[in-house]
């Protein structure tokens, strides 16, 4: 089996644009959470989708969205980036419930300038 | 709230020894899972050892065992006969079997010496 991909997996932006990432989970997996990790803070959870609902939700502004859609593929979106969005952004894929292994992606590490 | 905490940020270990990190949480769950993750450097994060809660019995997995005391709210991880590839970064989590987010500690970095 194919593991979770995340693209892009490098991003530079400036102050003020919006970014979209992506995340393709493992094939079965129904449940795609994302997480933001900076040095320091560890893994900071933003949202989990599961059958293209949002089931649960991080503490962060709204200006990070997510969704996800019928093929499990889930989508993550920071508008009006700051300087502080500057993170390796995971997402990880599990079957069924959340707290089955979560199979982690490599990242996407976003630069805000 | 659910915290996770791990006081220890930076570690080293001479090869072959063994070495324990640390990890306490805090939760007025009873029923929750816990976990050890590993990112290796520019890697991605794969699961080391996994306890659930109910279990009196420390998980182990080859090389590595965890020490869970419930009272305590404590769990650590020990790495026995460390080799070089087990330097990475190393994240306690827990979630409660109630919901569907996990919470994560800030890390321990562990430096395996040769």
């Known amino acids: 089996k194919a593991g979770v991909t995340q693209t892009p997996r490098y991003l530079i932006k400036t102050r003020g644009q919006q970014v979209t990432l992506s995340c393709s989970p493992i094939s079965g997996h129904r449940s795609v959470s994302w997480y933001q990790q900076t040095p320091g803070q560890g893994l900071q959870f933003l949202f989990e989708?599961?059958?293209?609902?949002?089931?649960n939700k991080g503490n962060f502004p709204g200006r990070f969205s997510g969704r996800q859609f019928s093929n499990s593929r889930s989508e993550m979106n920071v508008s009006t980036l700051e300087l502080g969005d500057s993170a390796l952004y995971l997402c990880a894929s599990s079957h069924g419930q959340v707290y089955n292994e979560q199979f982690f992606g490599p990242g996407t590490r976003l630069t805000v300038l | 709230a659910q915290t996770v905490t791990q006081s220890q940020p930076e570690m080293s270990v001479q090869e072959a020894e063994t070495v324990t990190l640390s990890c306490t949480y805090d939760?007025?769950?009873?029923?929750?899972?816990l976990f050890w993750y590993k990112q290796p450097p520019s890697r991605q994060m794969i699961l080391v050892i996994r306890?659930?809660?109910?279990?009196?019995q420390n998980a182990t997995e080859n090389r590595f065992s965890v020490n869970f005391q419930k009272a305590a709210k404590s769990f650590s991880l020990k790495i026995s006969d460390s080799q070089l590839g087990d330097t990475a970064m190393y994240f306690c989590?827990?979630?409660?079997?109630?919901?569907?987010?996990?919470?994560f500690g800030t890390g321990t970095s562990l430096t395996v010496i040769p």
């Open positions: 989708y599961f059958s293209e609902t949002q089931r």
């Open positions: 939760t007025s769950e009873n029923n929750y899972y």
């Open positions: 989590a827990f979630i409660p079997l109630t919901g569907n987010q996990f919470y």
């Open positions: 306890q659930e809660a109910y279990k009196q």
